[in-house]
């Protein structure tokens, strides 16, 4: 049974940076592709970031793109978040798909993944 834990949010001020990161109790992360959501109150769950299985793709929400940067090693995924602003402020969730093909698929829809950590709450003050 997978279970992602995050960790690293906090309270930080507009403009600087946190970094996030997952696993799943020391097991490897590596067979599956992986992503990052955000929600924040009274929205709806949003794409941030996603990651292939292989291949080391990655994609960005608009949003973040330039100023967020995924990356994972067999065991973690991460987000780097830099430049924050108080629209970043959100609980994010990372997020985990099982894939049939070891490929450089990308996935932005919740509904693609498989597994989510219990989410770690980011707040950005202005």
């Known amino acids: 049974q997978v279970q992602l834990v995050e960790s690293g949010g906090g309270l930080v001020q507009a403009g600087g940076s946190l970094s996030l990161s997952c696993a799943d109790s020391g097991r490897t992360l590596s067979t599956y592709a992986m992503g990052w959501f955000r929600q924040a109150p009274g929205k709806e769950r949003e794409f941030v970031a996603g990651?292939?299985?292989?291949?080391?793709r990655t994609f960005y929400a608009d949003s973040v793109k330039g100023r967020f940067t995924i990356s994972r090693d067999n065991a973690k995924v991460y987000l780097q978040m830099n430049s924050l602003n108080p629209e970043d402020t959100a609980v994010y969730y990372c997020?985990?798909?099982?894939?049939?093909?070891?490929?450089?698929?990308?996935?932005?829809?919740?509904?693609?993944?498989?597994?989510w950590g219990q989410g770690t709450q980011v707040t950005v003050s202005s």
């Open positions: 997020t985990a798909k099982t894939t049939v093909y070891i490929d450089g698929t990308v996935y932005r829809n919740a509904n693609d993944y498989h597994y």
């Open positions: 990651m292939s299985r292989a291949a080391g």
